[in-house]
């Protein structure tokens, strides 16, 4: 799944989740096309989301702002959006005091674990 230029990744489903594995830069000129997809994503379910964002490499406000939309859209649906992070999205997150908010997880596996005991 090709976003933009500079974000691409995958999408995995699973029996109540799905996981996007992304790469690249979450920015303001990747925002608005990363937005999109993933509205219609959970849209069309599974409710539950994982993003797996441990190989970004750059978040900013644009990146984080829509982060905050798609936890808000997937609560919606009675879901929820999980972020499995590397130090430098957690630092940024973190700066902005969004951890708690935007459940930040160490790995994949517990990120899935969780979802199986929602």
């Known amino acids: 799944m ?3 230029v ?3 990744g995958t999408r995995e489903v699973g029996n ?7 790469i690249g830069l979450l920015d303001a000129f990747s925002e608005a096309t990363f937005r999109k997809v993933l509205t ?3 849209d069309d379910g599974p409710k539950h989301v994982i993003l797996d964002l441990s190989k970004i490499d750059f978040v900013d406000s644009s990146g984080l ?3 905050v939309q798609l936890v808000k859209k997937a609560q919606s649906f009675d879901g ?5 992070s590397n130090p430098r999205v957690t630092q ?5 005091r969004l951890e708690k908010f935007l459940s930040l997880q160490p790995s994949v596996d517990v990120a899935v674990e969780n979802v199986k005991n929602a």
């Open 2 to 4: 090709n976003l933009t």
């Open 16 to 22: 109540n989740y799905q996981l996007f594995r992304l």
């Open 6 to 8: 500079s974000l691409r």
């Open 40 to 42: 219609k994503c959970i």
């Open 92 to 96: 940024t997150v973190k700066l902005v």
């Open 65 to 67: 702002g829509a982060l």
């Open 80 to 84: 929820g959006l999980q972020i499995v």
